[in-house]
Nanobody
Framework: QLQLVESGGGLVQPGGSLRLSCAAS????????IGWFRQAPGKEREGVSC????????TYADTVKGRFTISRDYATNTVYLQMNSLKPEDTAVYYC??????????????????WGQGTQVTVSS
């Protein structure tokens, strides 16, 4: 099973930026599509963005399109989520996970059925 560790969250003012990291425990992390999810208090977890394993193609939820950018570094087995123009509604715990497909971000399904501890993002003035 692939283990992923999220980091990079914090408190930021509206309009600010953060970069989240998702580090894989082993080199085979590059073989999987990786999705970012988030869960706000009282809400269900939702897909935010995804990057494929081979082509590096990316998909985004409409709510973050144009503001967030997902990327991956194959050398370090790390996937990043650059978040710009943050809004209070982006406040959530962010998780990454290996997923089966990036085709539809809202329908991403985790491969291994487990979640890490996530990283808290709070957007507030």
């Amino acid at each position: 099973q692939l283990q992923l560790v999220e980091s990079g969250g914090g408190l930021v003012q509206p309009g600010g930026s953060l970069r989240l990291s998702c580090a894989a425990s082993k080199f085979t992390g590059s073989y999987y599509a990786i999705g970012w999810f988030r869960q706000a208090p009282g809400k269900e977890r939702e897909g935010v963005s995804c990057i494929s394993s081979s082509s590096g193609s990316t998909t985004y939820a409409d709510t973050v399109k144009g503001r967030f950018t997902i990327s991956r570094d194959y050398a370090t087995n790390t996937v990043y989520l650059q978040m710009n123009s943050l809004k209070p509604e982006d406040t959530a715990v962010y998780y990454c996970s290996a997923v089966f497909s990036c085709t539809v971000v809202s329908a991403m399904t985790t491969r291994f059925g487990s979640w890490g501890q996530g990283t808290q993002v709070t957007v507030s003035s």
